[in-house]
């Protein structure tokens, strides 16, 4: 895949310093289908230019939101405004907004150049400019030379492109993508999220971008707004969101819950409260007789779990003050911990072994407790 490829104008391409407004401001957004509550009051502004995910579970009502935005769905109530201007009502041709959705919606009957030329024919553009135009998105998506081909012809992967050329021509101030990679295998859905990221920087186009997939959101996004039951938990950064989860559920959606509350947190971490440790942060010790480290919090506890997965071991440990923890270390000792949990004589960690945890104080992150 070349590094370099074609920039695709905006229309009406705005400096940087002019973004006053937000692409997308949602003021008390809601939608309800008969008794289902699918968005319950959700307050948003993305900037222009921003690559931001929704990431939630299943039901969280990421894809409501999506349709609202577009003008698929009319919000029950609450207010929706691209550029400073308020669409809520309007029609999706009305919208500056194109969407690329998880099972691409392809014509399989038209070869690729037609697929994405489509819009432009629907909207009238003439001949030249249309063709010129799509074979310019096809171009930044490395398909120029697949454009006489027919959608059944090509990969997962290649159409997963067409599909993005096809909202790209269009030129929109705002792209909306649904879970647009779900369909791929792992290796190919790896590869699609370099590329889609680097796509969206020289496109400029703001991406609002669903997905149920952590990674996926941490590796890709400028800013990530986690969404549970119809609302908004948090909004922040990649390591905003990760590193102090601003609840419970964040904490255990966005990473592996690793909580400690009530006479744990008492009784190792001195403070009532609950508070959540990474996984990756806390060192396993089989010698019990070594003090905490300065700046360091410590508990001791029992092996319950050893898992070899190749580059990592996680661990579970039942603490002796209550409660349970997740631990993740890199592989860095090779066969010693690869061999753990098996027979032998060099193993230090195998299940039921008795082992002290520590971490730095920093990395007891307090969240509010459960709503
Ligand atoms: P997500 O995309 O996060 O999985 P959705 O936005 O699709 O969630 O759904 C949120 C909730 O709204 C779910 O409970 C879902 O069943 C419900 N829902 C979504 N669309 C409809 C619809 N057209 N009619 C009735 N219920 C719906
Ligand atoms: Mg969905």
């Keep these: 895949m070349p590094n370099q490829a074609p920039t695709l104008p905006r229309e009406d391409p705005t400096p940087a310093s002019a973004g006053a407004e937000p692409a997308i401001r949602l003021r008390g957004l809601r939608k309800e289908f008969g008794p289902v509550r699918a968005v319950d009051g959700v ?3 993305i900037p222009a230019g921003e690559f931001f995910s929704m990431l939630g579970p299943s039901g969280s009502g990421k894809t409501t939101v999506l349709r609202l935005i577009a003008g698929f769905e009319l919000p029950t109530g609450g207010t929706i405004e691209l550029d400073g201007r308020e669409v809520s009502r309007l029609p999706p041709f009305d919208r500056d907004v194109n969407t690329v959705f998880q099972d691409y919606a392809l014509f399989p009957h038209m070869s690729v150049l ?5 819009g432009l024919r629907v909207k009238r553009v003439p001949k030249g400019p249309r063709r010129e135009r799509a074979l310019d998105a ?8 697949h454009a006489e081909r027919k959608p059944s012809q090509l990969s997962g992967g290649q159409r997963q492109r067409v599909a993005l050329a096809r909202a790209l021509v269009n030129r929109p101030k705002v792209l909306l993508l649904d879970e647009p990679l779900g369909a791929l295998d792992l290796k190919l859905r790896l590869a699609m999220q ?12 703001t991406f609002i971008f669903v997905t149920h997939d952590q990674d996926e959101a941490l590796t890709m996004s400028d800013r990530i707004a986690v969404f549970n039951e119809g609302r908004i938990e948090q909004v922040g950064t990649p390591v905003e ?26 009784a190792v971490i001195g403070r009532p409260g609950v508070f959540s440790i990474r996984p990756e942060k806390i060192r396993v010790d089989g010698d019990l007789s ?11 506890g029992t092996l319950t779990n050893v898992v070899y997965a190749g580059a990592t071991m996680r661990y ?3 603490l002796d003050a209550g409660g349970q923890l997740a631990v993740l270390q890199q592989n860095t000792e090779g066969r010693r911990n690869a061999s753990a949990g098996t027979t032998g004589r060099d193993e230090p960690f195998r299940t039921d072994t008795r082992v002290r945890l520590s ?11 459960q709503r």
Aim: proline share 4%; hydrophobic share 35%.
């Design 241 to 266: 969101v990760y590193e102090h989860p601003a609840s419970a559920f964040v904490a255990g959606f966005v990473g592996t819950s690793n909580l400690i509350s009530g006479h744990a947190a008492e």
């Design 43 to 45: 307050d948003l502004d």
């Design 194 to 205: 370099t590329e889609l990221k680097a796509l969206q920087r020289e496109v400029g186009i």
């Design 316 to 318: 579970e440990v039942s």
């Design 138 to 145: 096809l171009r930044s998506v490395h398909l120029s030379d």
């Design 359 to 369: 971490w730095r104080h920093e990395h007891n992150v307090r969240v509010p407790d």
């Design 114 to 118: 037609q697929n994405v030329e489509y």
């Design 290 to 300: 070594q003090p905490a480290g300065d700046g360091e919090t410590s508990a001791t």
